[in-house]
């Protein structure tokens, strides 16, 4: 039985391997359950035996619950080498509004993605540093910034491996960027990373009813609201209508 466990959770094991091949060739990004039904279907198609794609999906399942973080890789590699991944690759205009209104610095790219909200920093004059977990983003970056003549500085890594540093960014930018901000100790540490007069600029999906009024509002008061808005509008991630989250907030 443990042997076997061992085994379910090798990152060599071939039923792994021959998923996340699949996944990365042809994949369409989605819900776990739908991408695990889209395999079993692409398995009997090609003459897997019903119960024999039904076990491979419960390890692969078994293999994506105990390894999250390469879960989160894949899914996003997929999404950055699939043309017709539906996001915007023009900079976040909310972003563009609030920079217009700041003296360029540091500003910090958190969750940096292809690069899209980077770039146009740097071009606005910005000395830009950015992260992700994705390789496949940050190759799309490096290259975006090689053709327009900028540089960033960007690090492969997660939430919780990237140095934020004290009190040394102007401005930080969460965009779609997949942190908590119900996350209290990561959030102290983007707060404590930003200099005294800096911004961090959120923008994301609403995560749904609060169980109490101006909940997130209240959060951010140790910071000068400068924008807070919760309305729905068409989201640069999914490109589809929903409740969305903006917030620029200068830190005292
Ligand atoms: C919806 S995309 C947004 C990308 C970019 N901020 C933008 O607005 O275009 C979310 C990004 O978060 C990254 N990501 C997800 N989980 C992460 C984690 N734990 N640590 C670092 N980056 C993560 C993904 O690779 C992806 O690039």
């Given at each position: 039985?443990?042997?076997?466990l061992?085994?379910?959770?090798?990152?060599?094991?071939?039923?792994w391997?021959?998923?996340?091949?699949?996944?990365?060739?042809?994949g369409?990004?989605?819900?776990?359950?739908?991408?695990?039904?889209?395999?079993?279907?692409t398995?009997?198609?090609?003459?897997?035996?019903?119960?024999?794609?039904?076990?491979?999906?419960?390890q692969?399942q078994?293999?994506?619950t105990?390894?999250?973080?390469?879960?989160?890789?894949?899914?996003?590699?997929?999404?950055?080498?699939?043309?017709?991944?539906?996001?915007?690759?023009?900079?976040?205009?909310?972003?563009?509004?609030?920079?217009?209104?700041?003296?360029p610095?540091?500003?910090?790219?958190?969750?940096?993605?292809?690069?899209?909200?980077s770039?146009?920093?740097?071009?606005?004059?910005?000395?830009?540093?950015?992260?992700?977990?994705?390789?496949?983003?940050?190759?799309?970056?490096?290259?975006?910034?090689?053709?327009?003549?900028?540089?960033?500085?960007?690090?492969?890594?997660?939430?919780?491996?990237?140095?934020?540093?004290?009190?040394?960014?102007?401005?930080?930018?969460?965009?779609?960027?997949?942190?908590?901000?119900?996350?209290?100790?990561?959030m102290?540490?983007?707060?404590?990373?930003?200099?005294?007069?800096?911004?961090?600029?959120?923008?994301?999906?609403?995560?749904?009813?609060?169980?109490?009024?101006?909940?997130?509002?209240?959060?951010?008061?140790?910071?000068?609201?400068?924008?807070?808005?919760d309305?729905?509008?068409?989201?640069?991630?999914?490109?589809?209508?929903?409740?969305?989250?903006?917030?620029?907030?200068?830190?005292?």
């Amino acid at each position: 039985m443990l042997l076997e466990l061992l085994l379910l959770l090798l990152p060599s094991d071939p039923v792994w391997q021959s998923f996340s091949d699949w996944f990365s060739r042809e994949g369409i990004p989605g819900a776990p359950a739908d991408v695990l039904k889209a395999y079993s279907s692409t398995l009997t198609s090609q003459g897997t035996s019903a119960a024999t794609a039904e076990a491979a999906v419960k390890q692969v399942q078994a293999y994506l619950t105990a390894h999250p973080r390469e879960a989160l890789t894949l899914h996003f590699n997929r999404i950055y080498a699939w043309t017709e991944a539906p996001f915007s690759r023009e900079p976040s205009a909310f972003l563009k509004k609030v920079a217009a209104t700041r003296r360029p610095g540091r500003a910090l790219d958190i969750a940096m993605g292809q690069g899209r909200n980077s770039i146009y920093l740097a071009k606005a004059g910005w000395t830009v540093s950015g992260y992700d977990i994705s390789d496949e983003a940050l190759r799309q970056a490096a290259r975006l910034a090689a053709e327009a003549g900028i540089t960033l500085d960007t690090k492969l890594a997660s939430h919780d491996e990237y140095d934020l540093g004290q009190a040394q960014w102007d401005l930080i930018v969460m965009s779609f960027a997949f942190t908590r901000l119900s996350d209290e100790a990561y959030m102290k540490r983007v707060h404590d990373s930003l200099k005294p007069g800096g911004v961090l600029l959120v923008e994301g999906f609403n995560g749904g009813p609060r169980p109490e009024p101006n909940m997130i509002l209240k959060a951010f008061l140790s910071y000068h609201v400068l924008v807070f808005e919760d309305l729905p509008d068409v989201a640069d991630w999914g490109r589809i209508k929903a409740p969305l989250l903006r917030m620029a907030l200068e830190k005292k």
